[in-house]
């Protein structure tokens, strides 16, 4: 193994992160799920209702890390869609949650289902076993970005 320091590694990831990027918003346009009704960045909110339930508009803006205005007409591009609906909240009953209906979940079936395909077209040539190893590394990498989130950082 090669005595690289950590200084020398993290500008070559920091670029393959801005390639990988890139690659992902080219590759979200070519998913073959046809006309679901939302622009893809709404559908991505499809996700976490479908995984946690009905959220509030404002957990689903800081669950995506986006500005709340966005995250509104997100959700009614997804209401007007009959992906989700508005449902009352049952603790604040002056305040709406919203739900993925079963077109919804369907949907997002969908989306995982194109997603899977291309990934699977895309590394037709990589062994299971390389794969496996990726996605364990990847998903420890997310865990640290997210951790590193998570945690406060004082002004600099």
Not at 55 to 74: F, Y
Not at 75 to 102: F, N
Not at 140 to 154: C, G, Y
């Amino acid at each position: 193994m090669h005595d690289r320091d950590i200084h020398d590694t993290i500008p070559e990831l920091s670029d393959e992160l801005m390639r990988f990027a890139r690659v992902v918003a080219r590759a979200k346009s070519m998913l073959n799920v046809g006309d679901l009704g939302a622009e893809s960045s709404a559908l991505m909110l499809l996700f976490p209702l479908r995984f946690r339930g009905p959220l509030r508009a404002t957990d689903l803006a800081e669950i995506k890390q986006a500005d709340p205005s966005t995250v509104s007409r997100q959700v009614a591009q997804l209401v007007k869609a009959g992906l989700a609906r508005r449902e009352a909240d049952p603790v604040d009953g002056r305040a709406s949650r919203l739900a993925i209906t079963e077109a919804g979940l369907a949907a997002v079936v969908r989306l995982q289902e194109a997603r899977q395909v291309w990934l699977r077209e895309a590394l037709a040539d990589w062994p299971a076993e390389r794969i496996a190893t990726f996605a364990g590394l990847f998903s420890e990498f997310n865990s640290s970005v997210e951790a590193q989130l998570a945690t406060p950082r004082e002004n600099a």
